[in-house]
């Protein structure tokens, strides 16, 4: 069950940041709805970072690059499409006051997207808040097949790069179980949050130095991987490639 803690609220980012850092966080009715309430699950759903469960078939789609991945290049469109009806999701709570407020969040370097593309079409991505070391995963979105699973894939290697602890998906669904990820108690998962939010040491990855919660970590790892493209000169990063991916995801800690 899922108790709502208080209803339609004016939203700005600093009243946000503080809820995320309390375990709660905003929904909306329906995509009309004019305010938001707070939610509280007393069942929490959070994805393992060393947890995701690579299938085959989608191991193979990251590695040959099936789409082009960015991040952060088309936040607002990952919300708004994420915001759309569709076949098999006909309302969603993702109303115009948490559109605003996250377009904020994002201009102020707190929140990200992660999107698909097919050619210059978008075709699917995810978008969510970063605070400390947890990643609050908002909504995902697929137009084509593995879009939102390629995009997930990705950002668990982000975050994995980067020393995230914590990648909250707020709530269970059969999909996201089938990517990893459980349900636990709302005191289990406060005290992973306490966790994530406090001071946190850094660490290797790839033999790079990393800063825990350093959501840009992955582009610097690009030059340090092994199929990663060489850098041109006067070049501090490399995006990183599909098999970069599938590295990151597959390399025990």
Request: charged fraction near 20%.
């Amino acid at each position: 069950m899922t108790r709502r803690l208080s209803l339609y609220q004016r939203l700005d980012p600093e009243l946000v940041l503080r809820a995320y850092a309390m375990g709660v966080f905003p929904m909306a009715d329906h995509r009309d709805a004019p305010g938001v309430y707070w939610v509280e699950p007393r069942m929490r759903g959070v994805l393992p970072l060393d947890g995701f469960r690579l299938s085959r078939s989608l191991r193979k789609t990251i590695a040959r690059d099936r789409f082009r991945v960015t991040v952060d290049q088309a936040f607002d469109a990952i919300v708004a499409l994420c915001a759309e009806s569709a076949g098999d999701r006909p309302e969603t709570w993702i109303n115009p006051p948490i559109a605003h407020v996250f377009a904020r969040l994002n201009e102020t370097g707190y929140a990200h997207s992660v999107e698909c593309w097919d050619g210059d079409r978008l075709v699917g991505g995810l978008y969510g808040l970063a605070l400390g070391c947890a990643f609050f995963g908002e909504s995902m979105v697929s137009r084509a097949t593995d879009a939102s699973k390629v995009a997930l894939a990705w950002l668990v290697a982000r975050l994995r790069a980067g020393g995230f602890t914590l990648l909250d998906c707020q709530f269970q669904t059969d999909h996201l179980r089938s990517l990893g990820a459980v349900e636990i108690r709302r005191d289990a998962y406060m005290a992973l949050l306490s966790e994530a939010l406090g001071p946190s040491a850094g660490g290797l990855v790839a033999g790079v130095p990393v800063v825990a919660g350093e959501f840009g970590a992955l582009e610097r790892l690009g030059a340090a991987l092994p199929d990663a493209a060489p850098l041109s000169s006067g070049t501090v990063s490399a995006p990183p490639l599909g098999k970069d991916i599938v590295q990151l995801l597959t390399q025990t800690s």
